[in-house]
């Protein structure tokens, strides 16, 4: 089923809304993942053999370090549900704030000249919501417009920048903010030893990741990329394949060892299709900013759409040096890009698939 697409023809007169700054922000808690995931084994007490079967997962996990809320000695000290959600809570405005105001004196944009802001999370709750919270700590307008986003996991970057890029249309004198913030080793769940369990542990990290875009009548002198086109992808009958059971003990991790499969096997449709919609083909894509969800989810798409090794480069080693940050991975991935950015004219596009199941698409022009 697809959901409602935003998408001009390629070769207009870049109208569209620009991406100015893309700033992330990570604990300072850094560890290498063989340390994480011998800390992380004392928490989850289980059968014989059970720690073997999640060194072996957490030594494919494609994860070299990984940044984390807490210090590991802290983590079995936490209370259930309650006190996971409370450091989340703690941890999340502290990297939200750091990641905003960084994006915005990057942008040189001041924190009243903002309007509207999105803000994503998928690894804990708040009411009110992250961006009411940090509202006055960063300095926002009382009548500043607020979207707070919750369910939509790793596809939430993408998704998030989709969802400014429909609001700068409609106002194209204003700036946007999207904000998101996962901190995904606060969900762990002990006595957990499902496979899906032990994937999360081995593969996700923790992070903010903040970007800054400006609707057309402000975009004049700006060097960061047009948002051309959006789409959106729900497929039919998958909601088992990613999401959380929620419950008393916070969010069990639902992950399906189908991902790599649906997303070789769809994936590439939905983007020869949307491409083709402006008149382009996968080889004219100079930049691609993927969600790198998993060593086989990187490999089922670089040959799913026969791209060459460098083509997931920033994807690769945004996974080896953060882990997946769900939403925020995709946005890691943007920021690298615009550090190196392709040349005037070139085409990027940013995907990333998540919890529905479904997938995001945003068409890129620099």
Avoid at 45 to 70: D, E, I, M
Avoid at 88 to 98: R, S, V, Y
Avoid at 107 to 124: F, K, Q
Avoid at 209 to 224: H, I, K, L, N, S
Wanted: one cysteine or more; charged letters at 20%.
């Amino acid at each position: 089923m697809d959901r409602a697409t935003s998408e001009p023809q390629w070769g207009g007169d870049g109208d569209g809304p620009r991406v100015v700054a893309v700033e992330v922000a990570v604990p300072p808690h850094q560890y290498r993942q063989e340390d994480i995931t011998t800390a992380f084994a004392d928490l989850l007490p289980g059968p014989a053999g059970a720690h073997r079967a999640l060194g072996r997962v957490s030594a494919n996990a494609g994860v070299v370090t990984r940044n984390l809320s807490l210090p590991l000695h802290q983590y079995a000290a936490l209370d259930g549900f309650t006190g996971a959600n409370r450091a989340w809570l703690h941890t999340a405005l502290e990297l939200g704030e750091q990641a905003v105001n960084e994006a915005l004196s990057a942008a040189g944009v001041e924190p009243d000249e903002v309007d509207v802001m999105i803000s994503t999370t998928v690894t804990g709750l708040a009411v009110p919501s992250l961006e009411a919270r940090l509202a006055q700590r960063i300095g926002l307008r009382q009548d500043v417009k607020r979207i707070p986003l919750f369910g939509l996991g790793c596809a939430a970057g993408a998704a998030g920048i989709a969802r400014l890029h429909d609001y700068l249309r409609a106002f194209p004198d204003q700036v946007g903010v999207l904000l998101g913030v996962e901190l995904c080793s606060l969900t762990v769940q002990r006595g957990d030893w499902s496979l899906a369990n032990l994937v999360a542990t081995s593969l996700f990290g923790d992070g903010a990741a903040a970007v800054v875009a400006v609707g057309e009548q402000r975009a004049r002198g700006c060097r960061g990329p047009e948002v051309v086109a959006t789409r959106s992808r729900l497929y039919p009958d998958s909601t088992d394949v990613m999401g959380w059971r929620i419950g008393a003990n916070g969010f069990g991790i639902v992950l399906s060892p189908n991902v790599p499969t649906v997303a070789e096997r769809e994936l590439p449709k939905d983007v020869s299709a949307f491409l083709a919609d402006h008149g382009l083909t996968v080889g004219d894509v100079a930049a691609w900013i993927c969600h790198p969800g998993g060593p086989k989810v990187i490999d089922a798409v670089e040959r799913a759409l026969g791209l060459p090794e460098q083509a997931l480069a920033h994807t690769r080693h945004s996974l080896a040096t953060r882990g997946n940050l769900s939403s925020v991975s995709v946005l890691d991935v943007l920021r690298a890009t615009l550090e190196a950015p392709p040349a005037p004219g070139c085409v990027g596009l940013l995907t990333a698939m998540g919890p529905g199941f479904a997938s995001e698409l945003v068409l890129l022009r620099w």
